[in-house]
Nanobody, 126 residues
Framework: QVQLVESGGGLVQAGGSLRLSCAAS????????MAWFRQAPGKEREFVAT????????NYADSVKGRFTISRDNPKNTVYLQMNSLKPEDTAVYYC???????????????????WGQGTQVTVSS
């Protein structure tokens, strides 16, 4: 059974930092693109960041560019999201996602991802 388990969320003041982790089990994703999405209350799920299987290619939503960094550790089957200079508008449930297919580069649209975690809450107070 494939599982993606996010951790590292919490409550932080504006300007602070958090590091999210997503540990995968049940199969290896070392050859698959992975990504982070988020969903704020009353809003649709939106793309945050994505990383290619090799880790060499990344892409970010304009709203987080320069503040968030996505990375991965393939031997650990884990992807990370370092979030700095957090703003109240970053408050959301953050989801990890992984593609079933290997290869390719990175993917922004959620339809490209077949496995999803349960999410971790990030709350940024002003």
């Amino acid at each position: 059974q494939v599982q993606l388990v996010e951790s590292g969320g919490g409550l932080v003041q504006a300007g602070g930092s958090l590091r999210l982790s997503c540990a995968a089990s049940g199969r290896t994703f070392s050859s698959s693109a992975m990504a982070w999405f988020r969903q704020a209350p009353g809003k649709e799920r939106e793309f945050v960041a994505t990383i290619s299987w090799s880790g060499y290619s990344t892409n970010y939503a304009d709203s987080v560019k320069g503040r968030f960094t996505i990375s991965r550790d393939n031997p650990k089957n884990t992807v990370y999201l370092q979030m700095n200079s957090l703003k109240p508008e970053d408050t959301a449930v953050y989801y990890c996602a992984a593609r079933a297919a290997g290869g390719g580069s990175y993917y922004i649209a959620s339809v490209n991802y077949h496995y999803w975690g349960q999410g971790t809450q990030v709350t940024v107070s002003s």
